[in-house]
Structure formats: structure tokens, C-alpha cells
């Protein structure tokens, strides 16, 4: 992958990043559940912070993908068959692809089509990885999307801080995708965002009038980008039908935005709630142990 010497790291031309690139970067899982239901996890631009010691460890070392640990949960393993993960270890909105030949937009969706072929599909993302959700989820005709403070536009990423992006601006074949907006319009999902979130705000903007009623819009009181839900909600949200979340969430706009906390007790059935919590405060205090040892 070329690259310029005066970026920073990721995308200076570095040697290690295009070992890395050589490499498939996706993982399948398949459960064993006969569901014919696929979910697909994309990556955000947080997969990794931007050094060289970081992406050793995260990535070369620990083979890191977004999603793994919310993957695990046995709700997630029974709802779906397969679950893929896909990583942009770029991080520039996977214009680049997630490896050497699989290197553009559309060799990502021939890839994801291949994979999907007979099941019904999930997509899901955080920020970068919502717009990636959204994305795919038109190229492979999905039963829904996810998008966690997903961006539908990347047009305000051209710029130095983005060089794939920066690069591309005039590239026909690569920013065709650089709004999606209208995407909404005709692909339904549900758009999770946090409103008082100055990143945000603005991407909110493209598509609050849409007029797509398969397309939910959340609100949550929150100032997180990408992170703007308790984590422990996660399972049980990726393992709903869209029946049951369009009613759970049509109660839930009865109310003002809710914080993470009211959001989660108001969203999760009283008993799932105790035991999510449970369980997260063990991992929490297993963690900080963890650490001071």
C-alpha cells in the first residue's frame, strides 16, 4: 500500500502495516445454530491508538477484532449461524479494503455476498464501522443495520488527518461513497446517536427528516461518540427481532433521551438487566485486578 512519509503512523508507508495487509483481516465464526441468520462486525477507527508499539500488541500480537467480546455472549451465539468480523486496519472507512486483494469497496461486498450467500443478514458498527454498516448493509441487500454513532457522510475527512480519504477526493470510483445518506431511505436499521455529541450533531442532521420508517432513529443523552449505550446492552439488542425492538423502542421515545444507565434499565427486561449488571461489575472488579497484579 503506498503511502507518504510526512503522514503519521498508520499511514506512512510502514512495513509493519503492510505485513499486516497481507493477512486476511476477518474472522468467521460459525456456532452452530441453525438460524440461517449472519451478523457482520466492522471496525472503527478506534481499533487501535496510532503508534507502531500499539498496533504491534493490539493487532500483530493479539490479533485484535472489534466486537469479539460482545460476540461471545451465548445470546449472540444462538441467534445467529455465522458471525464475521472484518477489520480496516487503515482505519480510513475501508476505502483501502481489509487486505491486499480484497482492496477496494466493492471486493469487500463480492467478498460479504460470497459468505452471506442464503442467510439473512445483520450488519453492525461503531462510528466508522456504522458508516461500514450502512454501507454494506445496501451492497448486500440486509434484513437490517446497526450503526452506533455511525457516520453517513466522511465528506469533513478530507483532509491531512485522513490521507486515504484526502487522497481519493477526486476519485470517482471511491467517493461516490463519501455521503450515504440516502442510503437510510431505502435500507432500514437502527441509528443509535448521542445528542449532545458535538461529532455527532452533524452527522445526525443528514438524516433525521427521513422519511424510511424501517429506519430508527435512538436518541440517547450522551456526550460518548461510539460508546453512548452500556455495553452489556449489546447482546441482547443484536438478538432481538425487529418486531420486538421496534416496539420496545417506540416505548422508549415516549421518554426524553436517556442516559446510559436509565437507558439500560429501561431497555433490558427487569431480570436480564439484574444478571447483565451482575455480571458486568465482576468482569469490571476481574479487570482491576487483573491490573494491579
Not at 199 to 214: G, M, R, W, Y
Amino acid at each position: 500500500m503506498p503511502g507518504y512519509k510526512n503522514f503519521p503512523f498508520p499511514w506512512n508507508g510502514s512495513k509493519l502495516l503492510e505485513r499486516e495487509y497481507e493477512k486476511d483481516n476477518y474472522r468467521l465464526i460459525r456456532t452452530g445454530s441453525k438460524t440461517g441468520r449472519a451478523i457482520i462486525f466492522f471496525s472503527s477507527n478506534g481499533l487501535y491508538p496510532n503508534t507502531e508499539q500499539e498496533f504491534t500488541e493490539i493487532i500483530t500480537q493479539n490479533d485484535r477484532y472489534e466486537w469479539e467480546n460482545i460476540a461471545n455472549d451465548k445470546r449472540i451465539m444462538q441467534y445467529y449461524e455465522l458471525i464475521i468480523f472484518i477489520r480496516d486496519i487503515y482505519k480510513q472507512w475501508h476505502i483501502t479494503g481489509i487486505n491486499a486483494k480484497i482492496n477496494t469497496v466493492e471486493k469487500i461486498a463480492d467478498f460479504l455476498k460470497n459468505l452471506t450467500a442464503g442467510f439473512e443478514v445483520t450488519t453492525c458498527g461503531s462510528s466508522s464501522g456504522g458508516y461500514a454498516a450502512v454501507l454494506f448493509a445496501h451492497f448486500l441487500n440486509a434484513e437490517r443495520f446497526f450503526s452506533i454513532s455511525g457516520q453517513f457522510s466522511i465528506k469533513h475527512q478530507i483532509s491531512s488527518e485522513s490521507p486515504f480519504v484526502l487522497m481519493n477526493a477526486s476519485n470517482p470510483a471511491v467517493n461516490k461513497y463519501y455521503d450515504i445518506s440516502n442510503l437510510t431511505q431505502v435500507w432500514g436499521g437502527y441509528y443509535i446517536w448521542p445528542k449532545e455529541c458535538q461529532i455527532d450533531i452533524a452527522q445526525h442532521e443528514l438524516v433525521k427528516n427521513n422519511a424510511n420508517p424501517n429506519f430508527i432513529i435512538v436518541e440517547t443523552q450522551s456526550r460518548h461518540h461510539g460508546t453512548n449505550i452500556a455495553t452489556f446492552c449489546y447482546p441482547y439488542l443484536l438478538s432481538r427481532s425487529n418486531q420486538e425492538l421496534n416496539s420496545i423502542f417506540r416505548k422508549l421515545n415516549n421518554y426524553p433521551p436517556l442516559k446510559r444507565w436509565s437507558f439500560a434499565f429501561k431497555f433490558l427486561p427487569l431480570g436480564v438487566f439484574v444478571v447483565d449488571v451482575v455480571k458486568h461489575v465482576i468482569r469490571k472488579m476481574r479487570m482491576k485486578l487483573t491490573h494491579k497484579i
